[in-house]
T-cell receptor, first 111, second 117 residues
Framework: DAKTTQPNSMESNEEEPVHLPCNHS???????IHWYRQLPSQGPEYVIH???SNVNNRMASLAIAEDRKSSTLILHRATLRDAAVYYC????????????FGSGTQLTVLP | NAGVMQNPRHLVRRRGQEARLRCSPM?????VYWYRQLPEEGLKFMVY????????ESGMPKERFSAEFPKEGPSILRIQQVVRGDSAAYFC???????????????FGPGTRLLVL
């Protein structure tokens, strides 16, 4: 699977939007973009995924650049419970099923 | 619908002992994955199993580690003759196994934290 690059850490104020970037310049046409997060002392949790179009669900929105070389996870109103490590993962359609985690972005939410 | 269950949540072993970690996937899920997270490191894939079959064990250490997912009962990750370097959090995930090109979500358990003294 292609490599992703994320900032090591970000800070946000509570109840403000958060934009978490991910670069994936070597993405292929069949790579899906997945986001998972890991809260302290817990297992990872699925957040959202997409291929080309922007996606929304109850947790977040995913904005995918037109050339697909980057994407942004958007938390519309950060809460203290959103403090976690956020992982951007590429998964090729039809490839091995396991997830390849990078180092992710540690999000700190300030009250 | 209960989520992925792992037990024990914490396990302490002395060097040379065996560790058995259990994972019960979500109801209806036939695919199980094991990941390991060493202290201050990211999650690393270990093994991917379907009922009674190991599909991909490319992330498993060649010695002392084994995994199974029997027809009945939980998936077991077994570590023989544990060493201090095995101390880590071990996470299990499951997915439905719908087949084809679908991008299945993986649902993770709370993990087992193994400490080797």
């Amino acid at each position: 699977d292609a490599k992703t690059t994320q900032p090591n850490s970000m800070e946000s104020n509570e109840e403000e939007p958060v934009h978490l970037p991910c670069n994936h310049s070597t993405i292929s046409g069949t790579d899906y973009i997945h986001w998972y997060r890991q809260l302290p002392s817990q297992g990872p949790e699925y957040v959202i995924h997409g291929l080309t179009s922007n996606v929304n669900n109850r947790m977040a929105s995913l904005a995918i650049a037109e050339d697909r070389k980057s994407s942004t996870l958007i938390l519309h109103r950060a809460t203290l419970r959103d403090a976690a490590v956020y992982y951007c993962i590429l998964r090729r359609a039809g490839s091995a099923r396991q997830l390849t985690f990078g180092s992710g972005t540690q999000l700190t939410v300030l009250p | 619908n209960a989520g992925v269950m792992q037990n024990p949540r914490h396990l302490v072993r002395r060097r040379g002992q065996e560790a058995r970690l259990r994972c019960s996937p979500m109801k209806g899920h036939s695919h199980v994955y094991w990941y390991r997270q060493l202290p201050e490191e990211g999650l690393k894939f270990m093994v991917y199993l379907q009922k009674e079959n190991i599909i991909d064990e490319s992330g498993m250490p060649k010695e002392r580690f084994s995994a199974e997912f029997p027809k009945e009962g939980p998936s077991i990750l077994r570590i023989q003759q544990v060493v201090r370097g095995d101390s880590a959090a071990y996470f299990c995930a499951s997915s439905p196994g719908l087949g084809g090109e679908r991008q299945e979500t993986q649902y993770f358990g709370p993990g087992t934290r193994l400490l080797v003294l």
